[in-house]
């Protein structure tokens, strides 16, 4: 059975971090590429970060660059996303994406909120 657990998100303030990590089973996760998507209350789902399988590559949406880090580890099965510098912008809720040329998966989401 496919799963993606993803945990680490909460309450942050304003210019503070947070780690999310997604730990994938029931498929071979180093042949799969790995993103980070987020959702805001009446927005559209959109891309963060992307990852390829190896982890050689990494792509980031514009307004993340700098601020976030995509990352993962092959080994433990789980993929991560450091967030620093938060923004009231940042808060949604984040969903770990798993993807090949054959299929694709999607964790729950856990909710980031930005707040002072």
């Known amino acids: 059975q496919v799963q993606l657990v993803e945990s680490g998100g909460g309450l942050v303030q304003p210019g503070g971090s947070l780690r999310l990590s997604c730990a994938a089973s029931?498929?071979?996760?180093?042949?799969?590429?790995m993103s980070w998507y987020r959702q805001a209350p009446g927005k559209e789902r959109e891309l963060v970060a992307v990852i390829s399988s190896t982890g050689r590559t990494t792509t980031y949406a514009d307004s993340v660059k700098g601020r976030f880090t995509i990352s993962r580890d092959n080994a433990k099965n789980t993929v991560y996303l450091q967030m620093n510098s938060l923004k009231p912008e940042d808060t949604a809720v984040y969903y770990c994406?798993?993807?090949?040329?054959?299929?694709?998966?999607w964790g729950q989401g856990t909710q980031v909120t930005v707040s002072s």
């Open positions: 029931g498929f071979t996760f180093s042949s799969y590429a």
């Open positions: 994406n798993a993807k090949s040329s054959w299929s694709s998966y």
